[in-house]
C-alpha cells in the first residue's frame, strides 16, 4: 500500500489527530441518522479557511447501525471508513475504523485505525469535530484505557476540537 496509510491520520475529515490503536467501544446498536447520508462538499477546513480544492465525503447507509464513509472519492488518496453511531457517558458520537484505501485493506501490522468524533447539523451544514488528543491521549493502547479517559473527561469543553465544516450536494 503506497503511503496513504500514512496520510490518513493527517487527512481523516480534513482533521488532524484523534487516531488510536483501539476503539473507544466495539458495541454499536444506535440507527444511523439519516440526515448525514449522502454527498458532501468541504467548505471549512479545521483552521476555518476554505479548502484549497474541492473536496468531497461520501456517506451511505451500510447497515442499521453503520456508516460507509468514502473520502475523499476520486481523489489520489481515498480512504473507506465504516462508522457507527455511539454513546459514551451520556456523549453522543461515531467510531471511526479505516477499512480500506484505494490501494485494498490495511495490512495487519498498521496501527491507529481508529477515530473518535462527533457532529452537528445546523442550516444544511455538518460540522465534524474530532476527539482531542490533548485530552484523550492517542498513546492510549486499549479499549479500556481509551474508555477510562474519556469518560474522566467528558465534562471538558475541550473534548472535541477542530470543526471541518461540510454542505450536502442536493441533486
Known amino acids: 500500500m503506497k503511503t496513504t496509510m500514512m496520510m490518513f491520520t493527517a487527512v481523516v475529515f480534513l482533521l488532524a489527530g484523534c487516531q488510536y490503536e483501539s476503539p473507544l467501544t466495539k458495541e454499536h446498536h444506535i440507527a444511523v441518522d439519516p440526515a448525514v447520508l449522502g454527498v458532501w462538499k468541504v467548505v471549512q477546513n479545521k483552521e476555518g479557511q476554505p479548502p484549497q480544492q474541492e473536496e468531497r465525503m461520501i456517506i451511505l447507509k451500510y447497515s442499521d447501525t453503520e456508516y460507509l464513509i468514502h473520502y475523499p472519492p476520486g481523489g489520489n488518496d481515498e480512504i473507506y471508513y465504516r462508522g457507527y453511531p455511539i454513546k459514551i457517558g451520556g456523549l453522543s458520537c461515531v467510531q471511526l475504523q479505516v477499512i480500506g484505501t484505494d490501494d485494498g485493506p490495511p495490512k495487519e501490522d498498521e496501527k491507529n485505525l481508529f477515530f473518535v468524533a462527533s457532529y452537528g447539523l445546523k442550516d444544511g451544514r455538518l460540522a465534524i469535530r474530532t476527539l482531542n488528543t490533548e485530552?484523550?491521549?492517542?498513546?492510549?493502547?486499549?479499549?479500556?484505557?481509551?474508555?477510562?479517559?474519556?469518560?474522566?473527561?467528558?465534562?471538558?469543553?475541550e473534548l472535541f476540537k477542530d470543526a471541518g465544516v461540510f454542505r450536502k450536494i442536493k441533486k
Open 135 to 157: 485530552v484523550v491521549d492517542d498513546s492510549l493502547k486499549t479499549t479500556d484505557e481509551l474508555r477510562k479517559a474519556f469518560l474522566a473527561n467528558r465534562d471538558n469543553r
